[in-house]
Every structure is written in structure tokens, then in C-alpha cells.
């Protein structure tokens, strides 16, 4: 009740002193959205950028937050909700139709702006620390994870973390890329050591496995072979 109450204030203040109508909707809820389901702090730019957010009478991804304050912690220029209770709240249906987040729709906005600025060229060691650690976890919510697994330059990109927080920690979860993930851990130990290796030897590992179209992959990242890429026709 105390969520609720706040945010219906908030909501009631937006639209008594913004200029245009959906501030709320178009600003102020997507904010929401992507707080609930971040799975670190986030920065203004990285809300607005992710969460395909835009400035509405005034109101933008800054002015909702400082609005916002009393649930938030801020911490470096970066921001989360102050309790976990408050995301529990907001995608649960006590919060009511005006309130309620749909945690598959913010999950799939990070999602979607990841593959399509990264994806389709494979810069994915330009995505920034967050998506290199968490994007696997909201790529698996919304049933992507496989994509991820499948493209060999998102796990040979610089800064991947390799940790318990990221890609690592949700191969258990592979569909359709689950023979791949097993390749994956076959050469982790090479792979955490950033070795000259490692992609000639996952090469050979898919080739035996016949899982030709992602060994096709691997080849075209591999520029100066240690060995003939010819050793498995």
C-alpha cells in the first residue's frame, strides 16, 4: 500500500505540472519498467538508451528519478530501487493496471537494443561492462539466451564477464544451443586466459560434433590459424 500510494502521488504530480499528456506513460513508467528488472544499477544514460526512453514535456529520464528519490539509492551516477520489495511490488498484481510492470517487455527492450546495435556487426566488446555481465540473464527471460550462446564473437568479446554473474553462470540453460554450451565449457580454461587457442580449438571441437554452421562461424573469427583449418574434412 505504501508503494502505491507513493507512486500514485508521483503520478498525479506529473500530470499536474508537465505541459503534455504521457508523461507518466512514456516516461515515467519505462523508467519503472527498467529499474524493476536491472540486475545492477543503471545509469541515466544506459535507462534512457536501453529502455528507448525520450524527453515528454519536459519530463525526462533524470527528472523522473529525481522525482522517484525516495525508492531509489543512487550510488556514482548510477541508480537501482533502494529495496528489492519495490520490483517485487511493481510486477506483481497488486500494483494495479496504472502501476504494473511487465518484466518480459523491459527484459526484451534491453534485449533488442543489445542485438541490434551490437548483434548485427558483432561489436559486442563495445557493449559496455552491463551487458557484457547481465545481458545473458535478459536475454534468457525472454527466450534469446541460445542466440547469444550461438554467436561465438559475444563469447570472445573483450570484457565478457566470465564470472558467476554472467553467460557462464546460465549455459545450463541452453535450448537448442545446448551442444554448443558443452563446447564452451570444453574450452573455458583457455578462454579465461584469453589464449591464441582458443578459437581454433573450439573450431575443432564443433567440426567433430558436427555442428557445422556454428564451426563456420568460429572460422571466419580465426585470422592467423596455429594449424590447418582443414584438419577435420
Known amino acids: ?22 508523461a507518466w506513460e512514456q516516461v515515467y513508467h519505462p523508467v519503472l519498467g527498467m529499474l524493476t528488472v536491472a540486475e545492477a544499477s543503471l545509469t541515466v544514460p544506459q535507462i534512457a538508451t536501453y529502455g528507448g526512453i525520450t524527453a515528454v514535456g519536459g519530463e525526462t529520464c533524470r527528472t523522473a528519478l529525481d522525482r522517484l528519490g525516495q525508492l531509489l539509492k543512487a550510488e556514482g ?38 542485438f541490434t546495435k551490437h548483434g548485427a556487426d558483432g561489436s559486442w566488446g563495445a557493449a559496455g561492462p552491463y551487458l557484457l555481465t547481465y545481458l545473458p540473464a535478459h536475454a534468457e527471460a525472454v527466450g534469446r ?53 582458443t578459437l581454433p580449438h573450439l573450431h575443432l571441437y564443433a567440426r567433430q560434433a558436427g555442428l557445422a554452421a556454428f564451426a563456420d562461424r568460429v572460422a571466419a573469427l580465426i585470422t592467423d590459424p596455429p594449424w590447418s583449418l582443414l584438419y577435420t574434412h
Open 1 to 22: 500500500a505504501l508503494y502505491r500510494d507513493y507512486l500514485m502521488r508521483t503520478r498525479d504530480r506529473v500530470g499536474r505540472t508537465t505541459r503534455e499528456t504521457g
Open 77 to 114: 551516477g548510477a541508480y537501482r530501487f533502494a529495496h528489492a520489495s519495490t520490483a517485487d511490488f511493481l510486477a506483481d498484481d497488486e500494483a494495479g493496471e496504472e502501476l504494473w510492470v511487465d518484466p518480459s517487455c523491459w527484459h526484451g527492450k534491453i534485449t533488442d537494443h543489445a
Open 145 to 197: 539466451l541460445d542466440d547469444l550462446i550461438e554467436d561465438p564473437r559475444f563469447i570472445m568479446a573483450p570484457g565478457l564477464d566470465l564470472g558467476d554473474r554472467g553467460i557462464l553462470s546460465l549455459l545450463g540453460a541452453a535450448g537448442r544451443a545446448k551442444p554448443i554450451a558443452g563446447l564452451i565449457r570444453r574450452v573455458l580454461p583457455m578462454l579465461r586466459d584469453r589464449d591464441a587457442g
